[in-house]
């Protein structure tokens, strides 16, 4: 798809539950729903929208479907570098094995069902958000030594890669070093996943400067099928995994403007919430101006 019909496709008023499925719900996480399908998975995007690991009372319109396009570009994209777990014929599956209404095609994957990691997998190309504060405290990210001097925002001589816990809902990933994360997954697959985040960090890097954007970090989520083959998972490079940067406003010694969900973190810091539930509602102009953000990306992107 392209953008124009994406963008058309959005709806009014924010998707954040999705009900009468004839398949059986299976998990529900910060944004997508997952429903079984015997041999698949069905993983639907709704709206949704979480800040500080509590979702909000109110979603952004048409984010589900902004998020599924842009992991479905992405997922061709890096498919030489790396297989995924989308199955082949999405449009058919979606449309006439499952007959899904136009909104939930354009928010749903069919998926193989896979063993998801137990960590998350994060390369860094600079320095921001939460390595930022851990260089500020220790002059190292994950472990990972790194040259003093530094300011907030810098690009980083090499990216990183900094993997997390995958802590349970409405707690807190916590940042592991190589050690940790090799005793979690074993330490054949552990490297295996770093030079592939690398790889993926570095090609999503190089694409997203074509499109004038910057990209600072992103995560990546990885599961493996019975035989112990590696798959690319869940979302990616999208605003809600990735940090994004114009390009051109870019500066260092500051904290860039964001292609993604900064916008409503810094409006709920202003209102001095104390970041458990529940959580306040966002106003109009919030939720207009994170839209705008999303689809911005995209357009980016897809041209």
Partial sequence: ???????????????????????????????????DLGDALLLVATDRLSAFDVILPDGIPGKGIILTQMSNW??????????????????????????????????SMVVRKLK???????????????????????????????????RQADRLAAPIFTPTTKAPKGQHDEAINDAQGAAAIGAKLYDQVKTVSLALYLFGHERAKQAGMILADTKFEFGTDTAGNLFLIDEVLTPDSSRYWPADSYAPNQSPPSYDKQFVRDHLIALKWNQTPPAPRLPAEVISRTQEKYLAALKNLLG
């Avoid at 963008?7 to 997952?34: F, H, M, N």
């Avoid at 989308?86 to 939930?104: F, I, M, V």
């Avoid at 998350?120 to 030594?145: D, F, N, P």
């Fill in 1 to 35: 798809m392209d953008f124009a019909e994406i963008s058309a496709a959005l709806p009014q008023t924010a998707v954040t539950s999705i009900d009468g499925l004839p398949y059986p719900r299976i998990a529900s996480g910060k944004v997508r729903e997952i429903f």
């Fill in 74 to 107: 992405w997922f061709a994209q890096t498919s030489p570098l790396i297989q995924n777990h989308l199955l082949p014929d999405q449009a058919g599956l979606l449309a006439h094995k499952y007959k899904l209404s136009r909104d939930l095609q354009l928010r």
């Fill in 116 to 150: 998801p990691l137990t960590i998350e997998c994060v390369a860094r190309g600079y320095l921001i958000g939460s390595g930022w504060s851990s260089y500020q405290k220790t002059g190292a990210v994950c472990g990972i030594k790194l040259p003093a001097g530094l």
